[in-house]
């Protein structure tokens, strides 16, 4: 049992008293066997980095994206059970050795992801509790469940206006993704010209804060092809991904910018220009301490780049779905292959070059499967909030589906 060597290895460094040897023991453990969790055949796997330590972990309901939690003891994950796949995927979450399955939700949004609050004790997701699919009709919104209680509650019913030189109301709320002060932070957007396709509306980033109710809107209108929003670990900066250039089909819809925000100042900042990002699973990772993301360029190159501007390109032989997950210690990055019977690749990036491993992972990939993930840091005496997801949003390429 790799996690429960790691909490226990992980309790030691936290007492070491500056002498490190527990923290290098750590780093290694975490390294050669801190466990990957995967969706296979709708069925819940959890993997060493090296492909090995394989084992089932649920496998009862059909299981789709799973994330964990940011002590990694629990796993939130998307079921299909309904009839037919035509009700609502279901909510649930798991314990780590695969027990204490429940289910907290059966309006999730086929192509959302749970996102963990960094206290592990709520989950926001894309609810469909508001929407008839099918004519297109109602509204999406972004509800948060208690664990402990179970009390589920769309928190994005009034989120005001979105900004620009037309402000118009919001009328779908999507893509939470949790600050590390405990904001929430959800995609808002208009109506669109077609009221079927909720995630092709123009949309604003808004910041909710859940104790007292306040909203602040942080693109008001700047960002008008936005995408997704990544919240960082640590600190106030998010990154923006943005439509460049959407032509009939193919390679010319498959563009965006990479944008850095101040969530306090409401300072933008470009960082990359016209970054190939078609794959429904493209979604840039922050490292776990915040000063670093990453991001897949076209098929084969994976960018880590500084907050001070520094940056790593790092070519892999192979085709890349755009997904990626840090390593528990941050000094490893999992780049996700893009189709079934191809490598995945784990590369070192925590001192000198880069180097790269090829990983054979058996994974679902359907587009509404997810992707494998590494997870979260397993804390001590600290815990980091860098597990979630980008939920429901719209790809740069238009898939015609709505989602």
Same mark, same amino acid.
């Given at each position: 049992?790799?996690?429960?060597?790691?909490?226990?290895?992980?309790?030691?460094?936290?007492?070491?008293?500056?002498?490190?040897? %527990?923290?290098?023991?750590?780093?290694?453990?975490?390294?050669?066997?801190?466990?990957?969790?995967?969706?296979?055949?709708?069925?819940?796997?959890?993997?060493?980095?090296?492909?090995?330590?394989?084992?089932?972990?649920?496998?009862?309901?059909?299981?789709?994206?799973?994330?964990?939690?940011?002590?990694?003891?629990?796993?939130?994950?998307?079921?299909?059970?309904?009839?037919?796949? &035509?009700?609502?995927?279901?909510?649930?979450?798991?314990?780590?050795?695969?027990?204490?399955?429940?289910?907290?939700?059966?309006? #999730?949004?086929?192509?959302?992801?749970?996102?963990?609050? =960094?206290?592990?004790?709520? #989950?926001?997701?894309?609810?469909?509790?508001?929407?008839?699919?099918?004519?297109?009709?109602?509204?999406? %919104?972004?509800?948060?469940?208690?664990?402990? +209680?179970?009390?589920?509650?769309?928190?994005?019913?009034?989120?005001?206006?979105?900004?620009?030189?037309?402000?118009?109301?919001?009328?779908?709320?999507?893509?939470?993704?949790?600050?590390?002060?405990?904001?929430?932070?959800?995609?808002?957007?208009?109506?669109?010209?077609?009221?079927?396709?909720?995630?092709?509306?123009?949309?604003?980033?808004?910041?909710?804060?859940?104790?007292?109710?306040?909203?602040?809107?942080?693109?008001?209108?700047?960002?008008?092809?936005?995408?997704?929003?990544? /919240?960082? =670990?640590?600190?106030?900066?998010?990154?923006?991904?943005?439509?460049?250039?959407?032509?009939?089909?193919?390679?010319? %819809?498959?563009?965006?910018?990479?944008?850095?925000?101040?969530?306090?100042?409401?300072?933008?900042?470009?960082?990359?220009?016209? #970054? *190939?990002?078609?794959?429904?699973?493209?979604? =840039?990772?922050?490292?776990?301490?915040?000063?670093?993301?990453?991001?897949?360029?076209?098929?084969?190159?994976?960018?880590?780049?500084?907050?001070?501007?520094?940056?790593?390109?790092?070519?892999?032989?192979?085709?890349? +779905?755009?997904?990626?997950?840090?390593?528990?210690?941050?000094?490893?990055?999992?780049?996700?292959?893009?189709?079934?019977?191809?490598?995945?690749?784990?590369?070192?990036?925590?001192?000198?070059?880069?180097?790269?491993?090829? #990983?054979?992972?058996?994974?679902?990939?359907? /587009?509404?499967?997810?992707?494998? &993930?590494?997870?979260?840091?397993?804390?001590?005496?600290?815990?980091?909030?860098?597990?979630?997801?980008?939920?429901? *949003?719209?790809?740069?390429?238009?898939?015609?589906?709505?989602?």
């Amino acid at each position: 049992d790799w996690l429960a060597a790691e909490r226990a290895v992980a309790a030691l460094a936290a007492d070491d008293l500056g002498q490190g040897e %527990a923290a290098a023991r750590l780093a290694a453990l975490r390294r050669a066997h801190a466990p990957i969790v995967l969706a296979h055949d709708q069925a819940l796997w959890l993997v060493g980095p090296d492909g090995a330590d394989d084992r089932l972990l649920l496998d009862d309901v059909p299981a789709a994206r799973p994330v964990w939690s940011p002590d990694r003891s629990r796993l939130a994950f998307v079921s299909a059970d309904g009839a037919g796949g &035509q009700t609502a995927p279901a909510l649930y979450v798991v314990d780590a050795d695969g027990s204490g399955r429940r289910r907290l939700s059966t309006t #999730i949004h086929a192509s959302a992801l749970p996102a963990w609050s =960094p206290d592990g004790e709520r #989950i926001a997701y894309t609810s469909v509790a508001a929407w008839d699919e099918w004519p297109g009709s109602g509204r999406l %919104a972004v509800h948060v469940v208690e664990l402990g +209680s179970g009390v589920d509650r769309d928190v994005t019913a009034a989120l005001g206006w979105l900004g620009g030189e037309t402000p118009a109301p919001v009328r779908h709320a999507m893509s939470p993704w949790w600050a590390a002060d405990g904001r929430l932070g959800v995609i808002g957007r208009g109506a669109g010209a077609d009221p079927s396709r909720p995630a092709s509306g123009p949309g604003d980033l808004f910041a909710l804060d859940l104790v007292t109710g306040a909203v602040e809107n942080l693109t008001v209108g700047r960002v008008p092809e936005l995408i997704r929003a990544f /919240w960082a =670990p640590w600190g106030d900066r998010v990154l923006l991904s943005a439509r460049a250039w959407r032509g009939e089909s193919g390679p010319l %819809a498959a563009r965006a910018d990479l944008l850095a925000l101040d969530s306090r100042s409401g300072e933008l900042t470009p960082l990359a220009e016209g #970054i *190939d990002a078609g794959a429904p699973s493209w979604a =840039p990772a922050w490292a776990p301490d915040g000063e670093r993301v990453a991001y897949v360029e076209g098929f084969a190159t994976v960018v880590v780049r500084g907050t001070a501007g520094e940056e790593e390109r790092v070519a892999v032989e192979g085709a890349l +779905s755009g997904a990626l997950s840090w390593a528990p210690g941050g000094d490893s990055l999992l780049a996700v292959a893009a189709n079934a019977g191809q490598p995945s690749f784990v590369i070192d990036v925590g001192s000198g070059p880069a180097t790269v491993a090829a #990983i054979a992972l058996e994974h679902d990939v359907d /587009w509404r499967a997810g992707a494998p &993930q590494w997870g979260a840091v397993m804390p001590a005496d600290e815990i980091l909030a860098d597990a979630g997801g980008t939920g429901l *949003d719209e790809a740069p390429t238009d898939r015609g589906d709505g989602a």
